[in-house]
């Protein structure tokens, strides 16, 4: 017993890492108090390890500890996606005012991001339900504290209860329909489920429905699709930026692959190897694509009317989940490889697009639209960058957002899912325009008033490049990447 | 033909990105040195295309057959291996030359050329104007010299964002409007082209011939193979709905930038509030993308679908030059008749296209270079009027010949090339055109009502000639001085090239028969005619 705890204890090595960091950060803030420095070091040192360690995990495809959660290349694709968040969130919050405000309780925020992030690796494994509830309820916490972080400011505190009130409605929603299911098949572990599903050639179905129906909520909750989506403008707007850059990647990034995981583990029948398309339970393609297109949609529609940027960048980052949700309609490898370099292109561009935001406003002391006035004449570096990090959220060409939305719509056409790749190209083109709106304001209009200098120090000019350099190059050279993606489609227990 | 180990063509295409950065190294004040830079790197590239010129040979027919493209050059750009479940993908770096994308390279480096030296006299934020041409100029030569669908695409979208820039920072009162309404319209076709780009690309393999195995390709030639279409796939087969659908994606994103009847509509508004030079490119080149694009990509990958849609095409080429005249001549201002005026031009060109005849064909793209030519003067002459008068309003005119006899000469060589008088150059590819279209029976009625379009162009040119050089001269314009060195250096060249090709067409045209018979090969190789829209 013990040896196969500490056999299964080495596969779990990221997730140990962070848990041990979690407590050596709370730890120190509680003992070197008024030098949060030391806990905030901790921290990055911590999350650095459990990146490296989930790299290290490319290639492995076990499940551990009696299939609770499971070790393959999937999940630590995942885990390198929001272990690169977690990190460069971190050095963002170096330069963030919202953080900075509140110095005294940076050991606090720099725990919770750990444990955030641990909530997350764990949702990108997790195959058993208890697993996916408990992951999910540990990276809500965390992100509920996390939104709220700036105390003072009342629409941080208005954000922080909006998540707990929806979190915590679709999270009950979520389990009643675990409940449903384990009382359909008797099992909680994902293969389990499928066996007794298939075995029971569909005498539950209305049962089936409900409960699939209600577990979907939890997801769409997670990934803010529509028409879960209610609590993401207000929660993104009001939360600091590096909270809402942080929960529009990993976040959703977690979302999804837990998403992807259960519907493929459940609902997709032994399988041959060249497609996992067939689906028995239940028409879930369907009501995916029909949950993408009003995601998009309403996304791209409603952040036409924005005039604060962040709260823009909120309802752009719901139609990049709509889109990626197209990607999931097809329930294929392509579709699935499809989200995964997705993942990576919106990482570079949406934290880049949201680090400018977050230093722009540090210098002007806003956020809306109005600020942005003539910014590309006095600050040509931000200026340019946020042309390209916005032009690559259009999804243009030489830049990294176009390889993400050709390999949707790849995925899409190569399924004859051809009405819905049509909607989805319309969509780019209305998304061009609230993106241009900002470019517009950038260069072709002057400032109202003396608007404040934004300049970068050195360092903060390092990280842009970190964001910028990548959403550049992967435009033009993408072929590492989409290897990647592809050796990591691979899922436990679906050959 | 290379240069220090690189292709001519990769030269041509990347000389003016090398410029951009050159001209962003600058200090921001060295407004002569950037005007000089930008000038000797475009100028540089008009000698790079003359000596392209002088080494084409006409006897070679490109189109699908990779041997005989030219200046070829070819590297594996991206390579991905093949999994269990998707097969090999392979992106290329693929550029050549044929006589389709000749004249057009010809085209791109003297118009750009010229451009510059309209640019001469802007002074708010000359070096990001600069940047942002070149970045242009770089575009627009990478379409018309890329083979790979999808280095073709990424070029066709560079281009998107500098002319949103260049309308909307340096243009006039509406810039704002047209700027963002040329974006749009132009990223609605693309997103189109580029749907059908996939599409393509998943229904056609071909074979690599050193490991054997099948692998998807974007190369153009490659597609238009009908045997390398695999047998299932979505675009498989002739005439099916499928393929009718996606001919129709890429005959939008391309109509769009043309612009055909009924997409044209941000074209007056981005002419008008677009600075003189960029207009002279958006008239010059970039209108010609979309003929381009459609004789590139539509017709020899979709010929079955191609030759079904004549009638419709003729019926759009008719639209476009009677509605196009038509409107033309309604017009007060001086830059909005010259851009309703393309619109009717660039009808011609889809007349032509719709012949399916060498001859029609030949005068089609003849005439995307000679009103590449003739609409770049035109616009050059607005510019300097309104540089003058600051007023573009026609009726506020008259008399012009008076003060201004230099400029009156050269505006008439213009204003007789564009109406298609003989011994200029309009004239025999509006001959051609209307010639090849009247052979095909299908289309006869609809040529012969397009002819109406001559008189009416003929109608509003001598109009708007003698509202603005004849009768009473207007006092309000006493002094206006003539036509200055600068301009005339940017509008004499463009002259000789009308006269020349007026006098000796075979300049041009002997370098594009060999490709315009393989075409023609090609889409009547398809079969008769499949019925539209099954």
Redesign the interface.
């Known amino acids: 017993m013990v040896e196969s705890v500490l056999q299964n204890l080495t596969y779990f090595v990221p997730e140990t890492a962070l848990v041990v960091t979690f407590c050596a950060v709370l730890l120190a803030d509680v003992i070197f108090k008024g030098r949060p420095r030391i806990p905030w070091t901790i921290g990055l040192l911590g999350l650095i390890v459990a990146g490296v360690t989930a790299f290290q995990q490319t290639g492995l495809n076990r499940p551990v500890f009696d299939l609770m959660i499971v070790v393959d290349p999937f999940a630590v694709f995942f885990k390198v996606i929001v272990a690169a968040t977690a990190i460069l969130i971190y050095l963002m919050s170096l330069w963030s005012d919202e953080v900075k405000a509140s110095a005294r309780r940076m050991g606090e925020y720099a725990a919770l991001l750990v444990s955030a992030t641990l909530g997350m690796f764990l949702m990108a494994g997790a195959t058993n339900l208890l697993m996916i509830v408990l992951a999910l309820e540990l990276t809500g916490l965390s992100s509920y504290v996390l939104s709220g972080y700036t105390k003072e400011a009342s629409d941080s505190s208005e954000a922080s209860l909006k998540y707990i009130l929806f979190g915590a409605v679709s999270t009950g929603i979520m389990l009643y329909g675990i409940s449903l299911l384990y009382g359909l098949t008797g099992a909680t572990d994902l293969i389990g489920i499928r066996l007794a599903l298939e075995g029971q050639a569909m005498t539950h179905t209305p049962m089936l429905l409900i409960s699939s129906i209600m577990i979907l909520a939890g997801f769409g909750y997670k990934i803010s699709a529509v028409p879960f989506h209610f609590w993401t403008p207000d929660v993104y707007e009001g939360a600091p930026i590096t909270v809402t850059a942080f929960l529009s990647v990993a976040s959703k990034a977690a979302g999804f692959a837990l998403m992807i995981r259960f519907l493929v583990s459940t609902a997709t029948p032994s399988l041959g190897v060249d497609v996992m398309a067939v689906v028995q339970t239940f028409e879930w393609p369907k009501l995916i694509a029909i949950m993408s297109v009003l995601t998009m949609t309403l996304g791209n529609i409603v952040a036409i009317w924005q005039n604060n940027l962040k709260r823009l960048l909120a309802y752009s980052s719901i139609a990049h989940a709509g889109t990626m949700l197209m990607a999931v309609t097809v329930f294929s490898q392509n579709g699935v490889a499809a989200v995964l370099i997705y993942f990576v292109v919106y990482l570079f561009m949406n934290l880049g697009a949201f680090y400018l935001v977050m230093l722009v406003a540090g210098a002007t002391g806003s956020e809306d639209i109005d600020s942005y006035k003539g910014l590309g004449h006095r600050a040509p570096l931000v200026g340019v960058s946020l042309v390209i990090f916005l032009i690559s959220l259009t999804g243009l060409p030489p830049t990294a957002g176009f390889i993400g939305k050709l390999y949707v719509f790849s995925a899409l056409l190569d399924a004859q899912w051809i009405w819905l790749a049509i909607v989805g190209a319309l969509n780019s083109v209305i998304s061009l325009y609230y993106y241009v709106r900002v470019i517009r304001n950038m260069y072709l209009r002057d400032p109202d008033s003396a608007p404040a200098p934004v300049v970068l120090t050195g360092a903060q000019t390092v990280l842009l490049m970190v964001f910028l350099v990548p959403t550049l190059v992967l435009g033009v050279y993408f072929a590492p990447l989409v290897d990647w993606a592809h050796a990591s489609v691979a899922l436990f227990g679906i050959r | 033909m290379a240069f220090f180990g690189i292709g001519v063509l990769t030269w041509l295409t990347f000389l003016p990105i090398l410029g951009m950065l050159l001209v962003l190294v600058l200090p921001k004040r060295s407004d002569e040195t950037i005007k000089w830079t930008a000038l000797a790197v475009t100028g540089l590239q008009v000698v790079l295309a003359i000596m392209v010129y002088f080494n084409f040979r006409p006897d070679l027919a490109g189109i699908n057959d990779a041997e005989s493209m030219q200046f070829v050059e070819r590297a594996v750009?991206?390579?991905?291996?093949s999994?269990?479940?998707?097969g090999r993908?392979q992106i290329e770096y693929f550029l050549g030359i044929d006589g389709l994308s000749f004249p057009m390279v010809l085209l791109t480096a003297l118009i750009s050329f010229i451009a510059v030296i309209a640019s001469w006299k802007i002074d708010k934020?000359l070096k990001g104007y600069m940047a942002m041409l070149l970045l242009l100029d770089t575009g627009m030569m990478g379409v018309f010299v890329a083979l790979d669908f999808f280095l073709f695409?990424?070029f066709w979208?560079?281009m998107?964002?500098p002319m949103?820039?260049l309308i909307?920072?340096w243009g006039g009162p509406r810039?704002?409007y047209a700027?963002?309404k040329f974006?749009?319209y132009t990223?609605?076709g693309s997103?189109?082209m580029?749907?059908a780009m996939?599409?393509l690309?998943?229904s056609v393999t071909v074979l690599d011939p050193s490991t054997g195995d099948r692998l998807h390709t974007f190369n153009m030639l490659a597609m238009m193979d009908p045997a390398n279409f695999v047998e299932g796939s979505?675009l498989a087969g002739a005439g099916t709905a499928?393929r009718q659908?996606a001919y129709l994606g890429l005959f939008i994103g391309f109509a769009i930038k043309v612009p055909i009847f009924p997409f044209h509509t941000w074209l007056p508004d981005a002419h008008v509030e677009a600075p003189t030079a960029i207009s002279v490119i958006l008239a010059g080149v970039l209108l010609k993308m979309g003929t381009y694009g459609i004789l590139r990509i539509c017709y020899p990958m979709f010929p079955e679908i191609a030759q079904a849609w004549v009638v419709p095409l003729a019926i759009l080429a008719f639209i476009n030059i009677v509605y196009g005249a038509l409107c033309a001549m309604a017009q007060q201002d001086f830059k909005k008749l010259i851009a309703y005026s393309s619109v009717s031009h660039m009808g011609i060109v889809l007349l032509g296209m719709a012949a399916m005849n060498t001859q029609g064909m030949m005068g089609a793209v003849f005439q995307m270079f000679n009103h590449g030519t003739i609409t770049a003067m035109l616009f050059l002459i607005v510019g300097v009027i309104y540089d003058r008068a600051h007023t573009r309003d026609l009726n506020a005119f008259g008399g012009l010949a008076l003060t201004m006899p230099k400029y009156t000469g050269v505006m008439t060589v213009a204003f007789f090339a564009a109406l298609g008088l003989p011994g200029l150059s309009g004239f025999i590819s509006e001959a051609f055109s209307f010639l090849g279209a009247f052979q095909n029976e299908q289309i006869r009625i609809i040529t012969i009502a397009s002819t109406l379009g001559i008189v009416l162009t003929a109608a509003y040119m001598l109009w708007t000639l003698q509202r603005v050089f004849l009768g009473q001269k207007n006092e309000k314009w006493g002094a206006m001085p003539d036509i200055d060195g600068r301009e005339l250096a940017a509008l004499v060249p463009l002259g000789i090239i009308v006269l020349a090709l007026g006098l000796y067409p075979s300049l041009l045209l002997s370098s594009m028969s060999a490709s315009m018979n393989q075409l023609i090969e090609i889409v009547r190789a398809a079969g008769p005619a499949v019925a539209m829209l099954p």
């Open positions: 750009w991206i390579d991905i291996p999994t269990s479940w998707v993908i934020a695409y990424v979208e560079v998107l964002l949103y820039f909307g920072i810039r704002e700027a963002i974006f749009l990223l609605l997103v189109l580029l749907l996939i599409a690309y998943f979505l499928f659908l």
